[in-house]
């Protein structure tokens, strides 16, 4: 039986593959985000109850506002600034399920 070549990797090949598959994070996630969790902090607001549950209503609303504000920094239309708000509303609720569980 005979053996097997060797296989060779091209680093660069490789590595590109590696960039290629990190997850990308959509423009103004990461804005919105910190605005939501400034927002929630400042107005005292709670995205999860006491018993753990999310909040949707609260959730929806601080979507909305970062979804506006997103709007009138980039011009974005409505339905891909709601899209940004709703991703950085259900972020910040997941890290404030998580910061209440420990």
């Known amino acids: 039986m005979p053996f097997a070549q060797p296989r060779r990797l091209l680093w660069s090949a490789v590595l590109?593959?590696?960039k290629a598959d990190r997850t990308?994070?959509?423009p103004g996630v990461v804005s919105a985000r910190s605005l939501i969790q400034a927002l929630a902090r400042s107005r005292g607001t709670?995205?999860?109850t006491p018993a753990g549950a999310y909040d949707?209503?609260?959730i929806m609303a601080?979507?909305?506002e970062a979804a506006k504000a997103h709007q009138t920094r980039t011009g974005a239309p409505w339905a891909a600034a709601?899209?940004?708000g709703l991703k950085a509303a259900w972020q910040a609720a997941r890290a404030a399920r998580a910061a209440t569980a420990h």
């Open 56 to 58: 949707r209503s609260a």
């Open 16 to 18: 590109r593959e590696v």
């Open 46 to 48: 709670k995205l999860v």
């Open 82 to 84: 709601m899209s940004v």
């Open 62 to 64: 601080a979507a909305v």
């Open 24 to 26: 990308r994070v959509a």
